[in-house]
Each structure stands twice: as C-alpha cells, then as structure tokens.
C-alpha cells in the first residue's frame, strides 16, 4: 500500500499533543477532521494507532511499532524536498547562513565582506540559531551551513572547518572585586553562581561553566537565562557570572558588565558547519572564504 505522509504527519502531531483538540490547532484543522483523518490511516493500515480513552492520548501498541518508521519516513521526505529548495536557492545565488547570536563577531563580517567580494552575485540570508539547532540545520537543510561553537553533540555527517580559536572571558559585575583585573583563572571563580539555560541541553551549560573545575570545586548555578541580553542583566545586577567566547565582547556591551580573560582554560573553536560531500558551487566559495578568514586570522595573531 502507499502511505500517506500528510496523514502520518497529522499521527505525529496528535502523538505529540496527547491531545485532539491541541494537534488540531497545531495543524490548522478542526477536531473532527483530524480525528477522521486518523481514523482512515488506521483503517488503511489494519490497526488502531491511538489509544483515544487515554488522557493525554498515546500511541497503541501498534502505534508505538508504526512511529517510529513512520516519523523516519517524515523526516527523509523533508530532506529530500529542502534538497531541492536548496538547489533552487543554488540557481538563484541564494545561500542560507546560521548563527547563533553570540557567535557573531568580527569572524562574522570577515567571511561575509570576502564573500561578497569574491562571490558578488551571492545573496546571504542569515539565520538565527539555538544551541540545539548549530548541527540539525544544517543536516535536515534549513540553512545551507553555519557558524557553530562547542559543544557540538552530533557531528555525523558533517564537515566542520575551523575559522578561529577564541579566548574565552568572565562576564562580571563592574563592582566585582576581580573586575579590574587583567586576567582570571578559574579557582578564582570557584564559588561563584554561574548562569544557565534550561532550553539547553546540560552538555553545552556544563562545558561554558567548565564543570567541572580542576579544583574539584562544585560549580553552584545561577539564575536561567536564554538570551545574551538577558545574561547581561543578570551578571550586571551580581546575580551570577558567566562564561562565554571573547566575541561577545565585539557584539554586546553593557555599562555594569566588564569582560575579563580567563586565562587557564582552553579556547572556543569556532567553526564552518557544513554537510559531508556537499558539492554545491555556493559551499565551495563559502570553504574557500573560511579558509582565507582562518589564514588572515592566523596572520594576525603570528604578528
């Protein structure tokens, strides 16, 4: 039989929701559409899906067998139409940047000024990423590549082209008493709250906080925050401190943060994320612009 992947999609959804009424909403279409279109897709398969007595809704046993296939089958079928709307940006000299905010930076602006140079016809969109994002957008083609920092929690598949090594500073409170300081090292900030995210994944909270700490010192956690602004202001108020990539400092200021080097800690790379094998003309001019970006950077800090 064939399998329809618009009603697998509604499956997907109404498994995710655990609920009818809020998958229905999700997806644009009233509760008894919904509900009839999962009716057909159990009846073209033979089997109830959804155990529709349960609250919130789960999957049958059945259903639980058929998921995960069926969301493979999803996925491949979204990769295999962005492969083509990436070919069509290809022909048109379209090609989709990701970043994350706090990766902006002088690396940025070098790689775009020298790829517009070389590549005038090139059209950059740029687009913002989460952590969670740096490596599944470039994988499932959302964006064509992207600018990533660690941690990098799967990099199957993919091709990461280092640009720079970044120093890495404290954000501290300007009446901290390591505030003036040229530099820090990390036992000095032992104790210290540090801030940190629940929309990311603990790998990436643990590795900006460098937890652990050669002390073997407990790193405390601060307040949750899930912007760079919103980081600011709560290092700014005294509430905690925070690690983060020395091109922050380029892209962000303000009056009660002073950024201070940390000095015994190893460097962020910061990378060009792009797919294995990709053979678009467009991503090797954007290699090519890495290259030379790393070169000059390179040149830079020999001198």
Not at 100 to 128: C, F, K, N
Not at 133 to 139: M, N, P, S, Y
């Amino acid at each position: 039989m064939d399998l329809n992947l618009h009603l697998v999609r509604y499956l997907a959804a109404v498994v995710d929701e655990g609920h009818f009424g809020r998958a229905a909403a999700k997806l644009f279409v009233s509760g008894p559409a919904l509900s009839k279109q999962i009716r057909t897709l159990e009846r073209k398969l033979g089997a109830e899906l959804v155990d529709r007595s349960a609250h919130p809704v789960v999957p049958t046993e059945a259903g639980r067998r058929f998921l995960p296939e069926a969301r493979a089958a999803l996925a491949a079928a979204d990769r295999a139409v962005a492969a083509i709307e990436a070919y069509r940006r290809d022909l048109h000299g379209v090609l989709r940047l990701g970043f994350m905010s706090a990766a902006t930076g002088t690396h940025t602006r070098r790689i775009l000024d020298l790829l517009q140079r070389g590549a005038p016809a090139v059209t950059v969109q740029l687009m913002q990423l989460a952590w969670h994002e740096q490596a599944t957008a470039v994988r499932d083609r959302t964006v064509d590549a992207a600018l990533v920092r660690p941690p990098i929690a799967d990099a199957d598949g993919l091709q990461l082209d280092p640009i720079r090594r970044e120093p890495r500073v404290v954000a501290l409170p300007v009446d901290h008493p390591l505030a003036a300081r040229a530099s820090v090292v990390l036992a000095e900030l032992d104790g210290e709250p540090h801030v940190t995210d629940d929309r990311s994944d603990e790998q990436w909270v643990r590795w900006w906080a460098c937890d652990p700490r050669p002390s073997g010192e407990p790193v405390r956690y601060g307040p949750t925050v899930h912007t760079m602004d919103e980081l600011l202001e709560v290092v700014a108020r005294g509430e905690a401190i925070a690690i983060t990539g020395g091109s922050v400092v380029d892209s962000y200021r303000h009056p009660g943060v002073v950024f201070v080097p940390v000095v015994d800690v190893e460097p962020c790379p910061v990378s060009l994320c792009t797919r294995d094998g990709e053979q678009s003309a467009l991503i090797a001019a954007l290699r090519s612009t890495t290259r030379a970006v790393r070169e000059a950077f390179a040149a830079t800090t020999e001198a």
